[in-house]
T-cell receptor, first 116, second 114 residues
Framework: AQKITQTQPGMFVQEKEAVTLDCTYDTSDQSYGLFWYKQPSSGEMIFLIY??????QNATEGRYSLNFQKARKSANLVISASQLGDSAMYFC?????????????FGAGTRLFVKA | ETGVTQTPRHLVMGMTNKKSLKCEQH?????MYWYKQSAKKPLELMFVYNFKEQTENNSVPSRFSPECPNSSHLFLHLHTLQPEDSALYLCASSHGAGVNSPLHFGNGTRLTVT
């Protein structure tokens, strides 16, 4: 069963505007971590922001914020004041405990296009 | 040298070849991972190693054989691959414990099986 769902294959945003990328997840664990990663066309995966399941406040990192709604199991990424360099694939991920350690699983990703 | 380094960056191999992908991390992490990224599919977790011990094999075919000689090095040995194995193979590392540990990725190896 899909555990991380990103329903937007592609999104367009005008430069300098804000954009929200959706992510829902499914887990029966009480303790888990939620992450967003950016993958530019060059291929490297870049960690953007983290939210813990017990964190009551939404995480923020510069222009990135994570809108965490635990009851709805959603962890949407908000990018404020979009820049041309934000054009990339964005992946939502969840880290949880498994046998012997921890593992991180990813959603299918959303491709963001920033228009000048 | 810092971060996670993968070699080679590109690899073309025939179905009867044997090759290996290498990953090295200089971050002091104790967990390492192989992921496969195919077009139009989510990143697929293949293997997880914690303190050199394999803790996850995500139903990966035996033609992929991982090796983790120490906490800093991870290999993926390839033999008799199929064209559908063509993909970007990403190595990552993290602190082993805790749900709050982000993954640090290498730049990947773009594999083409002919």
């Amino acid at each position: 069963a899909q555990k991380i769902t990103q329903t937007q294959p592609g999104m367009f945003v005008q430069e300098k505007e804000a954009v929200t990328l959706d992510c829902t997840y499914d887990t029966s664990d009480q303790s888990y971590g939620l992450f967003w990663y950016k993958q530019p066309s060059s291929g490297e995966m870049i960690f953007l922001i983290y939210q813990g399941s017990y964190d009551e406040q939404n995480a923020t990192e510069g222009r990135y914020s994570l809108n965490f709604q635990k009851a709805r199991k959603s962890a949407n990424l908000v990018i404020s004041a979009s820049q041309l360099g934000d054009s990339a694939m964005y992946f939502c991920a969840m880290r949880e405990r498994n046998t012997g350690g921890f593992k991180t699983i990813f959603g299918a990703g959303t491709r963001l296009f920033v228009k000048a | 040298e810092t971060g996670v380094t993968q070699t080679p960056r590109h690899l073309v191999m025939g179905m009867t070849n044997k090759k290996s992908l290498k990953c090295e991390q200089h971050l002091g992490h104790n967990a390492m991972y192989w992921y496969k990224q195919s077009a139009k599919k989510p990143l697929e977790l293949m293997f997880v190693y914690n303190f050199k011990e394999q803790t996850e094999n995500n139903s990966v075919p035996s033609r992929f054989s991982p090796e983790c000689p120490n906490s800093s090095h991870l290999f993926l040995h390839l033999h008799t691959l199929q064209p559908e194995d063509s993909a970007l193979y990403l190595c990552a590392s993290s602190h082993g414990a805790g749900v709050n540990s982000p993954l640090h990725f290498g730049n990947g190896t773009r594999l083409t099986v002919t």
